[in-house]
């Protein structure tokens, strides 16, 4: 079984701060890792992809990756309450185009 | 917002009922596939259609089918339901090599 681990929260933190989400998973094959946000009752929103080891930047966000330990985190820089949502970390299985994710980290951002 | 179009927006349906939903992928995008997220966890996949053919398929059971079209929308349909398939029904769109997954706004499913 493919699993992807986050810890379900609430990950709370004022207004400024760098907010911290992390994932683990299971297929060492993975390839393509991506964070989704997602609203109270909306659908997901692609946020940022990675598929190399390291860093990837993108304003705010940074996506990090290491295949070796098998840990992806996305760190949120200056964090506002609109950040305040659930954050799925998605991993695409390897020999497949789909998306096996985690159930969810929710970050709450206190102004 | 992606492109990908649902619909309807929500839907209430009895024990034992059938339904039909459906997606509009955006456009270029000749990939779809099905989630089905309940209250608290992640999304699950159901399955995947390209260019018309299923192309991977989730642990669901068999009363979950699926049919894409030659203008790659799609539909899911549910036959004989159970109260546990209450859930929100997800859409994502992508096109064949880059596997980024687009999401539509969902259906919310009820099942009393």
């Known amino acids: 079984q493919k699993e992807v681990e986050q810890n379900s929260g609430p990950l709370s933190v004022p207004e400024g701060a760098i907010a911290s989400l992390n994932c683990t998973y299971s297929?060492?094959?993975?390839?393509?890792f991506f964070w989704y946000r997602q609203y109270s009752g909306k659908s997901p929103e692609l946020i940022m992809f990675?598929?190399?080891?390291g860093d990837k930047e993108d304003g705010r966000f940074t996506a990090q990756l290491n295949k070796a330990s098998q840990y992806v985190s996305l760190l949120i820089r200056d964090s506002q309450p609109s950040d305040s949502a659930t954050y799925l970390c998605?991993?695409?299985?390897?020999?497949?185009?789909?998306?096996?994710f985690g159930k969810g980290t929710m970050l709450l951002v206190s102004p | 917002e992606t492109g990908v179009t649902q619909s309807p927006t929500h839907l209430i349906k009895t024990r034992g009922q059938q339904v039909t939903l459906r997606c509009s992928s955006q456009?270029?995008?000749?990939?779809v596939s099905w989630y089905q997220q309940a209250l608290g966890q992640g999304p699950q996949f159901i399955f995947q259609?390209?260019?018309?053919?299923?192309?991977g398929r989730g642990n669901f059971p068999p009363r979950f089918s699926g049919l894409q079209f030659p203008n790659y929308s799609s539909e899911l349909n549910v036959n004989a339901l159970e109260l546990d398939d209450s859930a929100l029904y997800l859409c994502?769109?992508?096109?064949?090599?880059?596997?980024?997954?687009?999401f539509g706004p969902g259906t919310r499913l009820t099942v009393l």
């Open positions: 994502a769109s992508s096109s064949q090599g880059p596997d980024t997954q687009y």
């Open positions: 297929d060492r094959g993975s390839q393509s």
């Open positions: 990675i598929y190399s080891n």
């Open positions: 998605a991993v695409r299985n390897s020999g497949y185009s789909t998306l096996t």
């Open positions: 456009s270029g995008h000749n990939t």
């Open positions: 259609y390209y260019r018309e053919e299923e192309n």
